[in-house]
């Protein structure tokens, strides 16, 4: 049973344009969702985050977006460069000792 | 101040052969956690562990496999008699907090891939 949903395997986005990755989730108890960013043979690294009590968060080119009705976030990225050429992982956790859950990622492609 | 240091980076095994990958987690982070990433999956959560203690490990299959987080050294993960089903990437990730104060940002190692042949 997945809780974290992420329904499309890949994006291909021009340079300079906007990237939109989507996720929905089903657990209504998470209390914070996370983009994580990962490059072929790295491991992820966080990106940002947003409090479940907040229905945006910015920092400088990355925004998400959470709908809490919805069960729905996503992350925009703008302008689009090729360094962000990789795989996005949304997640999402409860507050507690229960663990960070993934989706199963988005390959982003930033075509010059 | 070093990340998340995990070795080995690539371990080949032959079936029924056991299987250790290690985890140093960052420096002032008491808190340890073991993923595995399938081919074309997302990251699985395995076990959480704070020094000398298993918190969470709903993630582990019920046989051959265990972790550790002893007072001195690194993590381990333990897979006895590997299977090829078990061919995948492991990550390991810290983070200085857990419980309630856990938001999900967690430090992630490059990883150990194993192949078993």
């Known amino acids: 049973d997945q809780q974290v949903k992420q329904n499309s395997p890949s994006l291909s986005v021009q340079e300079g344009r906007i990237s939109i990755l989507n996720c929905d989730y089903t657990n209504s108890m998470f209390d914070y969702f996370l983009w994580y960013k990962k490059y072929p043979a790295e491991g992820p690294t966080f990106l940002i985050s947003i409090s479940s009590i907040k229905d945006k968060n910015e920092d400088g080119r990355f925004t998400v977006f959470l709908n809490k009705s919805a069960k729905h976030l996503s992350l925009h990225i703008v302008p689009s460069q090729p360094g962000d050429s990789a795989v996005y992982f949304c997640?999402?956790?409860?507050?507690?000792?229960?663990?960070?859950?993934f989706g199963k990622g988005t390959r982003l492609s930033v075509i010059a | 101040n070093a990340g998340v240091m995990q070795n080995p980076r690539h371990l080949v095994r032959r079936r029924g052969q056991e299987a250790r990958l290690r985890c140093s987690p960052m420096k002032g982070h008491s808190h340890v956690y073991w993923y595995r990433q399938l081919p074309e999956e997302g990251l699985k959560f395995m076990v959480y562990l704070q020094k000398e203690n298993i918190i969470d490990e709903s993630g582990m299959p019920k046989e051959r496999f265990s972790a550790e987080f002893p007072k001195e050294g690194p993590s381990i993960l333990r897979i006895q008699q590997v299977v090829r089903g078990d061919s995948a990437a492991y990550f390991c990730?810290?983070?200085?907090?857990?419980?309630?104060?856990?938001?999900?940002?967690?430090?992630f190692g490059e990883g150990s891939r194993l192949t078993v042949l």
């Open positions: 997640a999402a956790i409860s507050s507690g000792n229960t663990p960070l859950v």
């Open positions: 990730a810290s983070s200085p907090r857990g419980g309630t104060a856990n938001t999900g940002e967690l430090f």
